[in-house]
Structures are given as structure tokens and as C-alpha cells.
């Protein structure tokens, strides 16, 4: 059986100014397509009666289903239902025992207050429609087929939201038709130190359109990602095809690659630092801890890394660090010379294995010819040795330190890879 196509439509106007991230729909995107249902157009509206009526009206037109998120709060702005109803021609009637427990709520949650009258418009549903029970807020959601046509209206809020499409929406979807048209599956492959056109060229016949699977480049924060997305009738059969494409990119791309799907650089240099059992320390000067706050997210990080320094003044440098000041003065604080001297400084005083270190200038002020903002320096000192590495950043100031700590944490991975 093929997959009826549906539309997703986000109501709000915080969603349709900016002010607040869109992750409803992409959460239901991304849930339905690994069951074989068609997402055709996600659109968002504001908080405006007769324009969440167009667009769930020209919705339906194209696909016959249409899921809403938003708009089923008691206030004013919060008009889905009655925008539904009107679509229909069918009226709104109130719910008692939706109103009883919504009052039942109220008094334990607020037992010295009088339910507001305005919260009784939560309880009040389109004619023919099913109840979805709201069992993490008080709006409950609606399942609402007349003939063909199909609108399923949720709560904006994501937690809500979350819990009723899992538990109600998605397998009644399932249950009337809408998949059927296989699995879609996809596998994320990230890469650092190269940019997108170069990883790219090295993989040219299988990011062209049409290729199968499909495979995707995308960018964020220096960090290469490479989606394939397999669509076939179950999980294996996409992971069969997926599998060997997955094999190409690792050999072509070798170190470039430091983990899968949501992993992280620091995820990969914590768990090589497990595996080897040995403990790194950081000293830090534009990067301001980030590089330090970065391993610290992963859990058991405290066995490997042992601490840090941000030494954002020369006085720091020196008299925590050990920084020579003729370092200093004959070649700049942006230097090989002096993150060198860092990283070995750290190591010392914290009796480390390995030590990291970073200096740079991130602006958006302060550039020279010889020493323009973005360029930065990355250390790393072990026993026996120290390396470095420099790089020129473009971005903001924010985005410039950020991709400062990978640059420093993809050091010291690709060290890690190196030894015995």
C-alpha cells in the first residue's frame, strides 16, 4: 500500500516571528517518515482565526490530512478549534466531563482560587469530533474525520505535544492507512577539519541527485554532516543499503570522520581517552572553558579530565602556566610559542597525561595585518612532546571561540589516533 500524504501546520505567533523554535514539527516529521507516512508541506501561521481556517482549508484541499500543533489554550489568541468547526460547518459544544476534570485540576493545583471563566473554552469541542486526552496539560486535542478529510489539532506546547502524538495520534494514524509505503531510515556521519566543498568533492557520485541512497551534506558550527536516507519496506532492508555506502564515505574521508549521529567531538575524545586510560587537562585563553565545559557534558568524564585553567591575562599565563615572558614579547601571545608553553605548563601543574591549550583572537575588535581576528592557535603537550596548529576562523566572536574548542578537541582526537 502507498502512504497518504499529510501536512503539518504550526500555529503561533512566537513561532511565526522567531521568538520560539519550531521543534513540534520536526519532530513529527521526522517520527512519521520513519513509518512510511508522506510529510508533503509543514506550514506555520499566526494567531489569527481566518488564517489558520485558510491554511488548514487549503491543506486539505491538497492532501486530504492536515495535523495542527498550537492554538488550544484558554486565552484569547488560542482559536484552532473554532477555525476547525468553521471549516466543517459544525458547532462547538462544551464537554462536561473535560470541564469537571479541567475544575477538578484547577482546585488541587490552586485550592484557594476560583476557576476562571476563560479556561471553560478549553473544554469546548467541534461536533463530531474524538477527544485526545491531554494527560500533561489541560488543552486536550481533537481527531476530527469528516468524509475524506482528516484534521488531528495538538497542543503547541512540546511536551504535550510529545506524549499525544506518541501515545494516540501516531498509532491511530497507522491504524487508518497512512503508512504502508515502508520505512525511511537515515544514519548521520560526522566529520571535522575540512571544509563542506572539500568532503564533498570526495564524494561526488553519491551526493548527486537521484543516487541511492540518498546521501546529504550539511554544515553547522564547523561540523560536516553526511545524511543517508534509505527508504525501503523495513529497517533491514534500508540499513542493507545504507551499510555499504556508510563503508565508502569512512574510507574516502578516514580521520575526517569522528562519530555518528548525535555524538559529538568531545563524545569521541572522552571515550578514546577510556579506552587508553589516560587523563587530560586544559589551559584555555579565547576559548574561555569551553573546552573544558564541552567534555565535562559527557557522563564519566570526571575519570579522564582532570581540570582546567582559563588564562584569559598574560599574568595568568605566566605565573600559573609558566609561560616565559620572552615567549611573550618576541613572537605575541597568538602563537605556536606560547600555546605550546600552555599546554606543557597545564600538564605540569595538573599532573596530567595529555594537556590542550588555546589562544586566539576572537573580536570582533583588536586585528592586526599579521594577527587578524579569527586566527588562532590550538596546543597539546604529552609526555615527551608538544604540537600545535593554527587556524584563521570567519564568524562572530561566539562562533569563533566555539569552533576554536573543536578545532583544539579534534587536536588532541587525532593524537589519540596516532598512539599505540
Known sequence: MSSLQVELITIGDELLLGFTIDTNAAHISRTLATAGVEIVRRTTVGDEADRIASAVREALDRTGAVITTGGLGPTSDDLTKPAIAKIFGRKMKLDEEILSALEQRWRTRFPNSTFPATNRTQAEIPEGARILANRHGTAPGIWMRIGASLVVAMPGVPSEMFAMFETQVKPRLLASGFGGAGVLVQRKINCFGAGESAVEERLLDL?????VPEVGITVSDATISLRILARAANAAEAQALIAPVERTIRERLGTLVFGVEEEELQDAVLRML????????????????????????????????????????????????????????????????????????????????????????????????????????????????????NFSWIGTRAEIQSRTAKLALNHLRLHLLKMP
Open 274 to 389: 577510556a579506552e587508553k586510560r589516560l587523563t587530560v587537562a586544559t589551559a584555555e585563553s579565547v576559548t574561555a572553558g569551553l573546552v573544558a565545559e564541552r567534555m565535562g557534558r559527557v557522563a564519566g568524564a570526571s575519570a579522564w579530565f582532570r581540570g582546567g585553567v582559563v588564562a584569559y591575562v598574560n599574568e595568568v599565563k605566566r605565573e600559573l602556566l609558566g609561560v616565559p615572558q620572552e615567549f611573550i614579547d618576541e613572537h605575541g601571545v597568538i602563537s605556536a610559542p606560547v600555546v605550546e608553553a600552555m599546554a606543557i605548563g597545564c600538564r605540569t601543574r595538573l599532573r596530567s597525561d595529555l594537556a590542550v591549550s588555546t589562544v586566539g583572537l576572537a573580536g570582533p575588535g583588536g586585528g592586526s595585518p599579521d594577527k587578524p581576528v579569527g586566527l588562532v592557535h590550538v596546543g597539546l603537550a604529552w609526555e615527551g612532546g608538544v604540537s600545535s596548529q
Open 207 to 211: 551526493t548527486r541527485r537521484g543516487h
